[in-house]
């Protein structure tokens, strides 16, 4: 999952590069400044204005990786590697899904 806050100026997410499964492992405070070239402003935040949102997207490319790993094994192996990276994916797009729930609901 991917922590961001949104700049008190220009509303723009702003990523951080800090890995958090619970709001209570972020500083109380912060100041970061906005990368938006027009604003680039200084503000400071609380750990309460960090939301996560999910790093969707594996779903598709563990089907991609495992249909290129199956390739060895022929068509057939082609088609069981994409089920099996897909499902695998998919699952992973699930927990990262669920995690980022927990952290915005402060669990």
Known sequence: ???????????????????????SELPEKFKLSCPNNVCKKEHEYKRED?????????????????GLLGLVGGPLGLIIGAII??????STDQSDSEAANKFNSGG
Do not use: F, W
């Open 1 to 23: 999952m991917k922590l961001y806050i949104k700049c008190d100026s220009c509303d723009q997410k702003i990523y951080l590069s800090t890995q958090a499964r619970h709001k």
């Open 50 to 66: 960090v939301i996560a949102e999910p790093s969707n997207g594996t779903g598709a490319g563990g089907a991609v990786v495992g």
């Open 85 to 90: 990276g897909g499902v695998i994916g998919a």
